[in-house]
């Protein structure tokens, strides 16, 4: 199972990686590896503003649909094209091509309630 050090999780199996207030969020390994085999993953909220835990899309996977929540406020400033002819990156590539959305975060004292790469694994039993 693999769960970078230097990346912050959530209790939704979403990763985040903070450069300055623009945050990259995806889903992690564990999430991918339950889901199974993705076949699209939809986001309608671009160029929204949102509030943290807020729908932001959605990942469907041969057996499943699960929502995508916002792991800190703000506007949706990008999201991963790739994924809109190659779904399966969410699977194959997790934590690079497989990213969902950036995010230009409005309250960045939220990354406080993040977890750390050890508070995740906990949460999943790795």
Do not use: R
């Not at 590539?93 to 990213?99: A, K, S």
């Amino acid at each position: 199972m693999n769960i970078p050090a230097e990346l912050k999780y959530t209790k939704d199996h979403e990763w985040v990686k903070i450069d300055g207030d623009i945050v990259t969020v995806g889903i992690t390994d564990f999430a991918q590896s339950e889901l199974g085999d993705i076949v699209y993953v939809e986001v309608e909220t671009l160029d929204e503003t949102l509030d943290v835990e807020e729908v932001f899309g959605t990942v469907e996977a041969v057996k499943t649909v699960s929502d995508l929540f916002l792991p800190v406020s703000g506007e949706i400033i990008e999201f991963n094209e790739l994924l809109e002819d190659e779904p399966e990156k969410v699977n194959s590539d997790p934590y690079g091509e497989g990213w969902m959305v950036k995010i230009k975060c409005t309250n960045t004292s939220e990354f406080d309630n993040l977890l750390s790469a050890d508070d995740y694994k906990a949460i999943i039993g790795a």
